[in-house]
T-cell receptor
Framework: DIQLTQTPSFLSASVGDRVTITCRASQGIGSYLAWYQQKPGKVPKFLIYDASTLQSGVPSRFSGSGSGTEFTLTISSLQHEDFATYYC?????????FGQGTKVEIK | EVQLVESGGGLVQPGGSLRLSCTASGFVFGNHWMNWVRQAPGKGLDWVAIIKHDGSEKYYVDSVKGRFTISRDNANNSLFLQMNSLRAEDTAVYYCVREVYGGFDFWGQGTLVSASS
C-alpha cells in the first residue's frame, strides 16, 4: 500500500501568512494526488486534483504542485475561512490512501 | 442539486453486523464510481471501499477485506455497505462519497457506527 506522510501535522499561522503543507508518498504516484479541506463538524471539501488543478470555485490563493513522491499545497495569503484541517489523497492505486492531515490554526 | 444521504448506522456489539445505505439524487448515479470513507472520532480520513459504476469491480482496504461488502443498485440510486464481524476499531462516521476524475467531489453527511459492548 502507498503511504502518504504530511508535514507538518499542526501549523499555527496568522491571517495573511503564506502557508505550505507537504505530502510525501512512499512510492511514485505520478500526479495522481488530490487535496481536501475539512472544517470542524463539516464534510471534506475537494480542493485540488492532478496535484495542481483547482476544483471549480476554489479561490486562487490555493495552489498545488509536485509529482512523483513529493507534493505541496500552498495558501498564498491565509484567510479566516482557511483555518481547517487539510488532507492529501493518492488516486494512483488501491487502497486510495489519505495523509494523516495537517491542522491549520490561528496564531 | 447533488445529494447523498446515508442511513443504517447505530450501536452494535463487537462481532455484530450492520448494513449501511446511501441514497443518491441530483445526478446520474449509474455513471459514477462510488466510495465509502470513514472517520473515527477526532481522527483522520480512512478510505474503506470503492465500487465501479456498473458494480463489476470492487476494492477494499485490507483491514475490512472479508468482513465488509460494498454493493449498489443503480435502478434505485443506492449504495450499500454490509459490515460483518464488527470490531471496536470500526467505530467511525461512515461517508458515502462520489468519485469524479481526480478525486471525491461530493460527500454525504455521514452515519455513525459504534461497535461497543
Amino acid at each position: 500500500d502507498i503511504q502518504l506522510t504530511q508535514t507538518p501535522s499542526f501549523l499555527s499561522a496568522s491571517v495573511g501568512d503564506r502557508v505550505t503543507i507537504t505530502c510525501r508518498a512512499s512510492q511514485g504516484i505520478g500526479s495522481y494526488l488530490a487535496w481536501y479541506q475539512q472544517k470542524p463538524g463539516k464534510v471534506p471539501k475537494f480542493l485540488i486534483y492532478d496535484a495542481s488543478t483547482l476544483q471549480s470555485g476554489v479561490p486562487s490563493r490555493f495552489s498545488g504542485s509536485g509529482s512523483g513522491t513529493e507534493f505541496t499545497l500552498t495558501i498564498s495569503s491565509l484567510q479566516h475561512e482557511d483555518f481547517a484541517t487539510y488532507y492529501c489523497q493518492q488516486l494512483y492505486s488501491y487502497p486510495r490512501t489519505f495523509g494523516q492531515g495537517t491542522k491549520v490554526e490561528i496564531k | 442539486e447533488v445529494q447523498l444521504v446515508e442511513s443504517g448506522g447505530g450501536l452494535v456489539q463487537p462481532g455484530g453486523s450492520l448494513r449501511l445505505s446511501c441514497t443518491a439524487s441530483g445526478f446520474v448515479f449509474g455513471n459514477h464510481w462510488m466510495n465509502w470513507v470513514r472517520q473515527a472520532p477526532g481522527k483522520g480520513l480512512d478510505w474503506v471501499a470503492i465500487i465501479k459504476h456498473d458494480g463489476s469491480e470492487k476494492y477494499y482496504v485490507d483491514s475490512v477485506k472479508g468482513r465488509f461488502t460494498i454493493s449498489r443498485d443503480n435502478a434505485n440510486n443506492s449504495l450499500f455497505l454490509q459490515m460483518n464481524s464488527l470490531r471496536a476499531e470500526d467505530t467511525a462516521v461512515y461517508y458515502c462519497v462520489r468519485e469524479v476524475y481526480g478525486g471525491f467531489d461530493f460527500w454525504g453527511q455521514g452515519t455513525l457506527v459504534s461497535a461497543s459492548s
